[in-house]
């Protein structure tokens, strides 16, 4: 475990006008009108575990489970999707010759653009699923590109939405890389929550999905927390929450730790350097879904200025939080949590085991944590492997 508290020039700055947009107040409202029209649209359950709170010696700790959302078993389901969805929008939009409200997303005239339309994404697994169920909700087309990485049993996850999926050599950072090139030549419209040169305003829609998720949890809770720890791949879930919680927090926003897998740590990297930083290729993680070595540029232009610590956590952590989620502390309902989903999580148990990380990022008794739990078991037979019993036994158990 290393944490690194964040030092940056940027450090505390307000956000650039172009993220505030994005998540502030404004987009919250507009994702929150799309979740109305969907169904299963409601808010995600947000747990509290007094019982673990106390054995780490804790305040509170509430645990925002995006493993029931919108079928998918995972955050992703807000980005991608919705994305999608306000990107059909606007062409129809301009095709119709007027502004087309969102709750006529799911009209006759708006899908007749969208079946016109090829959506396209790389894909550690989620994302992808989010892409091609939007694109199957609207009547698009969607080709997802996966690399070796992705299980097959997550590519067929992905394909039950009707993608067509593209497998590529490599990592994920390549199946960007291929996606980006097809869909150009193609005409496709990719839908990629990562940034580069010139291309913003897709993952910043894909972050302004996310929003929902803290949204509704700040809504949910009595008081706001004193901690968030945000488990990040490319870095934009992370920036989606932390940006959001310093727009509408101001001073009394919580102190917001980025976690990674120590494999694949780039936005840790990032924050060392002082710019965006690719780190090589390890050994695969375990934290499948995080496994990215190159972070968002646009993430880390908001994360420099709202994360306030950076923070590895070794493969064992990862596991050992599914574990206890399935296995709790008495009085803590169990937690069926995938092996990245539990990331933010393992980053607080790691951290708090290091007395002096933990005084330097304030944790103590008082201390109140938000965790999200990103994924539920979106690879049930990884699931099963790693924690000893299937979702539905765990599941099961919890309603004994």
């Known amino acids: ?14 956000l650039d006008p172009r993220d505030a947009a994005i998540l502030g107040p404004e987009g919250a409202a507009r994702i929150a009108r799309v979740l109305a029209l969907r169904e299963n649209g409601g808010a995600t359950p947000l747990i509290a575990l007094p019982g673990l709170a106390a054995e780490l010696g804790i305040g509170a700790l509430h ?21 999608l969805m306000m990107l059909v929008l606007e062409e129809a939009s301009q095709r119709l010759g007027r502004e087309v409200a969102v709750e006529e997303l799911f009209s ?59 497998w590529v050599d490599g990592t994920y950072d390549e199946s960007i890389v291929e996606s980006a090139r097809v869909s150009e030549a193609e005409g496709w419209t990719i839908v990629s929550d990562t940034s580069w040169d010139d291309y913003e305003v897709i993952p910043g829609l894909v972050m302004q999905g996310y929003v929902a998720l803290i949204a509704e949890s700040l809504a949910a809770l009595d008081t706001p927390p004193t901690h968030v720890f945000l488990q990040a791949g490319v870095g934009g879930f ?12 101001g001073d009394g ?46 993430a880390f232009r908001v994360l420099e200025r709202c994360a306030d610590g950076f923070l590895t956590v070794p ?20 937690v069926v949590a995938g092996e990245s989903g539990g990331a933010g999580l393992a980053g ?15 944790l103590g008794p ?20 790693i924690v000893g019993k299937t979702p539905a036994e765990v599941v099961a158990e919890v309603a004994a």
Do not use: W
Request: hydrophobic letters at 45%.
């Open 108 to 166: 006759d005239e708006v899908k007749a653009v969208a079946a016109t339309m090829t959506f396209a994404c790389a894909t550690d697994g989620n994302h992808g699923r989010s892409v091609a169920q939007g694109a199957q909700l609207m009547g698009a087309r969607s080709v997802i590109f996966v690399h070796g990485g992705v299980s097959q049993n997550r590519a067929d996850a992905i394909a039950a939405y009707g993608a067509e999926i593209r």
């Open 366 to 385: 008082q201390s109140r944590v938000l965790v999200i739990n990103t994924e539920g078991a979106t690879d049930a037979a990884l699931y099963e492997r």
């Open 1 to 14: 475990m290393t944490y690194l508290p964040n030092r940056l020039p940027a450090h505390g700055q307000p």
């Open 63 to 83: 645990l925002k489970d995006e493993g029931q959302r919108l079928g998918l078993g995972s955050f992703k389901a807000l980005g991608g999707a919705y994305a």
């Open 253 to 298: 926003r919580p102190c917001a730790i980025v976690t990674e897998p120590a494999r694949a740590a780039c936005l840790y990297e990032s924050a060392k350097q002082g710019r965006v930083a690719k780190v090589g290729e390890d050994e695969p993680t375990v934290m499948a879904m995080l496994e990215c070595y190159e972070p968002s540029p646009l």
């Open 348 to 362: 607080l148990v790691t951290l708090l085991r290091d007395a002096e990380g933990a005084k330097a990022a304030g």
């Open 238 to 249: 992370a920036a989606a929450v932390a940006g959001h919680l310093a727009l509408v927090l």
């Open 315 to 334: 493969e064992e952590a990862a596991t050992e939080v599914m574990r206890r989620l399935a296995a709790p502390v008495a009085g803590d309902p169990a």
